[in-house]
């Protein structure tokens, strides 16, 4: 499966800010709690963008762990390796694109992630195999990413304020059922774990910001509700209008964000 989709630095880290100042729960404190890290690992972080992962599990470890990220985004990879700079740590990160062969030999990490990105894989088979591979034996996977129920009043919102069918997004339609299938059929041992994160807005504009950088990060996907940037502004304001209804009504905008956790052994 083709998937056309396009990370830009900004419409990330709008995200990631957005989560940081109005989600209920820390998401990389809840990955540090279930996650089998130890001091002396080689770890793989794939799809790392701009490195979120990866600094976390360097500080987690207090930076006994050999890390290296890998992604596609040359635009990510230079943010990520600024901040390796900024920060003076040794984490190496490197052009990986997870449709290719990996470059790394057959079982040279203890512990690979793919955090929020699995799902923009091509061959899913494959980009999950190539994982195993380069895991040593005994060593574990982890993904997260979005699961059915994820962020309900967005698609709610853009549902009403547009009157037409969400299209069936890569992650949230195929994560929680295709992609748990391919990870039990691969790997030994797979456990789920599931983060709920309520984000609470009392204004509209952080939820339009949100839902501006959603959509134009995968604007490819939605290209049944917007082709033009005339149509993409036309939609923001109606989506908006809606927005700001539901906040008149309700006095917040509560907005769930449900991620699946799967933490695979070799
Ligand atoms: C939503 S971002 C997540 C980034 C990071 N893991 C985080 O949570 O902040 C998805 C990432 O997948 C990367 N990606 C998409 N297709 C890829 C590919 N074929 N190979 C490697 N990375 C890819 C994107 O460049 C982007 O950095």
Known sequence: ???????????????????????????????????????????????????????????HLNGKATITGGDVSAELLAQAKAEAAKRAVPIQFMDLNFNQPFPQADATFD????????????????????????????GVLFTSGPMPTNKQLFYDIIR????????????????????????????????????????TFEAVDPFVDYTRASLSEDRKLWNSFFQTKDDFELIMSQIKTVAARRLAQEGKLVMTKVVGGFIATK
Not at 122 to 129: D, L, Q, R, W
């Open 1 to 59: 499966m083709k998937i056309n989709y396009q990370e830009t630095t900004s419409d990330l880290a709008m995200r990631i800010d957005i989560h940081n100042k109005y989600g209920a729960r820390d998401i990389d404190a809840w990955m540090l709690s279930i996650l089998p890290l130890k001091a002396g690992m080689n770890i793989l972080d794939v799809g790392c963008g701009a490195g979120k992962q990866c600094f976390s599990y360097y500080s």
């Open 111 to 138: 512990f690979a992630s793919c955090c929020f990105a699995i799902y923009y894989a091509e061959n899913v088979p494959f980009t999950i195999s190539e994982m195993h591979r380069v895991l040593k034996p005994g």
């Open 160 to 199: 009403e304020a547009t009157g037409k069918t969400i299209p069936p997004m890569p992650g949230s339609s195929r994560y929680g059922s295709e992609f748990l299938t391919t990870i039990r059929s691969t790997f030994s041992q797979v456990k789920v774990e599931i983060f709920e994160n309520p984000l």
